[in-house]
């Protein structure tokens, strides 16, 4: 007779079968709701990134003096009096 028979009642010894698979569907609960939680986060990290970037985008055009002439530095077609931006260059 081993020890946890002779200090546990009988019923509590059955249900170690249950217990498993109870914390088996919690496990699947908490993971779930996990994964969720984080698939909203990354949805909410994407909008805002691209937010910040469109904002970003604004501020640099309207601090812009005008189009850049070539050989100027530049960061995207629109700011090259000529809209042709190679390696961050106005041709």
Same mark, same amino acid.
């Given at each position: ?5 002779? %200090?546990?009642? =009988? ?8 217990? #498993?698979?109870?914390? +088996? ?7 779930? %709701?996990?994964? +969720?939680?984080?698939?909203? +986060?990354?949805? /909410?990290? =994407?909008? *805002?990134?691209?937010?910040? =970037? @469109?904002? #970003?985008? @604004? +501020?640099? @055009? ?10 100027? /530095?530049?960061?995207?077609? =629109?700011? !090259?009096?000529?809209?042709? !931006? /190679?390696?961050? *260059?106005? @041709?």
């Amino acid at each position: 007779m081993s020890l946890y028979k002779s %200090v546990l009642p =009988e019923n509590v010894i059955n249900m170690k079968g249950q217990v #498993s698979v109870e914390m +088996l569907i919690l496990i699947a609960v908490v993971i779930a %709701v996990v994964a +969720l939680a984080a698939t909203y +986060l990354m949805s /909410t990290m =994407e909008h *805002t990134g691209k937010h910040i =970037e @469109e904002q #970003s985008n @604004e +501020l640099l @055009e309207r601090t812009s003096i005008g189009k850049k002439g070539p050989g100027e /530095t530049c960061y995207s077609d =629109e700011i !090259c009096e000529s809209n042709e !931006c /190679t390696e961050n *260059t106005c @041709e």
